[in-house]
């Protein structure tokens, strides 16, 4: 067991440019999830894949926002055309059943400058 | 509304004293799940319980212990003997049955703890 493995842990980035982050879930877990997190705040729910299919999306993924998880293994989040508010650390995670907790990666922490 | 509400911005305890961290949740599922996870400053997420909403016995792993009061809808968690190394930031958290329809873990606001030597 490996961990979830997050890549980059830093990003920082001009307002307008484009952002993608990667996720390695653990490698026998067929549920993965993302998550935003800002300062003082719990995590919150962006989406949700079983093996490659996404199941789940909040209503905070807008349009600019997708996520990948084209073999069912490692998944992409693609954020577009950044914004200062989307400044915040990005948390991946991976479990293998619904009753099973979730594994949480070290996050990317992006700044939008 | 919200579904986890914890009601305690920070929390102080003495080294080696007990210390009760309060989560209430809102749901109209039967079948969910409540989890406790801690975040030191490094910022990773540490999963410490899992109380099922069938699981008749209050969870229990070591020093943690959630105190599960299904009709007030709470799930405080108990850590005893606190230790310098659990001062962080503690968050509550519920996923919902296959009834609520989703698969989702939805956190609440967290409380930070502080343990004094």
């Known amino acids: 067991d490996t961990g979830v493995s997050q890549d980059p842990r830093h990003k920082i980035t001009k307002r307008g440019q484009n952002v993608t982050f990667r996720c390695d879930p653990i490698?026998?877990?067929?549920?993965l999830y993302w998550y935003r997190q800002t300062l003082g705040q719990g995590p919150e729910f962006l989406t949700y894949?079983?093996?490659?299919?996404?199941?789940?999306k909040s209503r905070l993924l807008s349009d600019r926002f997708s996520a990948e998880r084209p073999k069912g293994s490692f998944s992409t989040l693609e954020i577009q055309r950044t914004e200062q508010g989307d400044s915040a650390m990005y948390l991946c995670?991976?479990?293998?059943?619904?009753?099973?907790?979730?594994?949480f990666g070290n996050g990317t922490r992006l700044t939008v400058t | 509304a919200q579904k986890i509400t914890q009601t305690q911005p920070g929390m102080f305890v003495q080294e080696k004293e007990a210390v009760t961290l309060d989560c209430t949740y809102d749901t109209s599922d039967q079948s969910y799940g409540l989890f406790w996870y801690k975040q030191p400053s490094s910022g990773e997420m540490i999963f410490l319980i899992y109380?099922?909403?069938?699981?008749?016995q209050n969870a229990t792993e070591g020093r943690y212990s959630l105190n599960f009061q299904k009709a007030r809808k709470s799930a405080n968690l108990v850590i005893s003997a606190s230790q310098l190394g659990d001062s962080a930031m503690y968050f509550c958290a519920m996923r919902e049955g296959p009834e609520g329809g989703s698969e989702k873990l939805v956190f609440g606001k967290g409380t930070k703890l502080t343990v004094n030597p």
């Open positions: 894949f079983q093996n490659e299919a996404q199941l789940e």
């Open positions: 109380q099922g909403s069938y699981d008749e």
């Open positions: 490698s026998e877990h067929n549920r």
């Open positions: 995670a991976s479990s293998s059943r619904t009753d099973s907790p979730l594994h």
